[in-house]
């Protein structure tokens, strides 16, 4: 009896072709990111500095910033989205 009433009130899509291949784009992205990076950080540190791997990464001062302005940028996103939907959802003052 729940879930009866549960799936009448949400009504459930399949996901279009359009919507997999968002999907599938973004975790070959994610697995690409997460490949360079891991490589950066973890290999390349063993790696002679004159070996010409070095010419496709940044400096290693980098692996720790651009995740940190990431990690910023994140918080600044989710802030600013909870802040838009408690503003929508925020309820009138009673006038006495």
Request: charged residues 15%; aromatic residues 12%.
């Amino acid at each position: 009896m729940l879930e009866h009433s549960f799936k009448s009130k949400i009504n459930i899509l399949p996901a279009t072709r359009v919507d997999q291949a968002v999907g599938m784009s973004l975790v070959v992205f994610s697995l690409l990111l997460f490949t360079y990076y891991s490589v950066w950080v973890i290999v390349l540190p063993f790696v002679e500095s004159d070996h010409v791997l070095h010419i496709y990464f940044l400096p290693r001062e980098y692996s720790v910033i651009l995740p940190g302005i990431a990690a910023v940028i994140l918080l600044l996103c989710i802030g600013a989205f909870t802040a838009v939907i408690m503003w929508k959802h925020r309820k009138p003052k009673k006038v006495d």
